[in-house]
């Protein structure tokens, strides 16, 4: 009869043996050329799934909360999208689970959360082209809010490219990948047709092409090397602890939220980026609702589409400027320069939104604070990345965004009330303005630069 410790180590020999057979396989030619294009794609599928909804929020809010009834009653705008975004805090309980999803990267491998994660996101997207009650369109909506948020694609990218260029290659496969957002307004325009009834079939292509993207990753992108190596390592160790009566293991944190939480809790400088980026990450509600402050500007259908087709080159051209320099001046200067430009284009997107500006100002405004915004919310999370071992970096990236979730509920609760009672771009602007700024301040004077360091060295006692 088998005992518990001759069980353990029999799964963990397993392990070793299919990891070891695995990183012994050479991989075929021309396969990271073949990576990166697959991570343009899922990265294309991400970026659709995570802008769509905010990106038609008048079309089914009107529809549902305006001209349908919700609760037995029917609402004005305003009231509508605050209950509305009451309702989605479902969703965001609901990925308050992603972290721990997200953290069995560390535990069986980055691949199959990397087949999951598409497959939720094209399986969402359906969803919501099939539905025809906002019950239906709430689940698909909670799918996206899940699978949106494990970024193992940004694992991929980050733990397979030279150190040197890290940020230079995530930024460009980022940046091309971003670009794809100008479907969305070309999907209004054609798809939709600048019909607020039609707004569904703005689902369906992207869900399609998820779906291709799914099988594309299951056929074609292998485990990454780091995490091969460094579990292979782990379980020698753990085996050879084990065979020793004496032996005792090297102590290490364990993969998983909660050792997760504790070891950020035990790191200062880990501490200290993770509570800056809970106040960045507070913005986000406000900063997400550029379709609705156009809306409520009262822009056109039209002119909305035309300012959202903006968005996606400004955004390309941003994110890839900010890789060169990150590899250059640094992460932290990075992050400072686009936080400042995030907060100048917000108000000139604000005052040109509702001063019936040209579109192509206020998409150029649109344009420049969200590029901004997601720019430095990245960023942060790179920083993150670049201070923990790889045996713990899914589940210390799974906490992080657990953590921020304080900042965002703060953020959320703050807009949701505040639009009861003053108007939308006045409630964002006082809330995420002051957010924003003093983030990327304290990010600078307290946050030790992370530039160039190999992951492969990184202790648990830090850079």
Known sequence: MKTEAGDGQDRRQKELEKLTAQRAKARYAGYFAVLLLVIVLTDILDNLATNIGTNITSSYITEFFVNGKVFGKSYDYQSGLALHNTISLIGYVIALLAPFYKSLADRIGRKPLFVLSALGMASGLLIIFSCRSYLVFLIGSFMLSFFIGSDIQILYVLEEAPKEKRATVYSLLKGIGGLSAVAIPAMRATLMQNDPAKWRNVYLLPGLFGLGVVV????????????????????????????????????????????????????????????????????????????????????????????????????????????FLADRIGRKKTVLLFGLICAAAFVLFVVSANGLWSPAVVGIGYGLYLGGYWIGRDYMEIISTEMVPTHIRASIIGAEGLLVYIGMAAGFAFVNIGMLFLPLWLVCSVFALPCILISVILLGRKVKETMGVDYEAISEEGI
């Open 216 to 323: 594309l990753i299951a056929l074609l992108v292998k485990e990454t090397r780091v995490f091969q190596e460094k579990r292979i390592a782990q379980l020698e160790r753990e085996s050879a602890a084990a065979a020793d009566e004496d032996g005792k293991p090297e102590k290490e944190t364990k993969a998983g939220i909660i050792p997760a939480i504790k070891y950020i809790f035990k790191r200062k400088d880990l501490r200290t980026l993770i509570l800056i980026k809970m106040l960045f990450d507070a913005a986000i509600i406000a900063m997400t609702n550029y379709e609705s402050i156009m809306h409520r500007a009262n822009m056109t259908t039209e002119a909305i589409t035309t300012a959202e087709f903006y968005y996606p080159f400004i955004y390309c051209a941003a994110v890839m400027i900010s890789g």
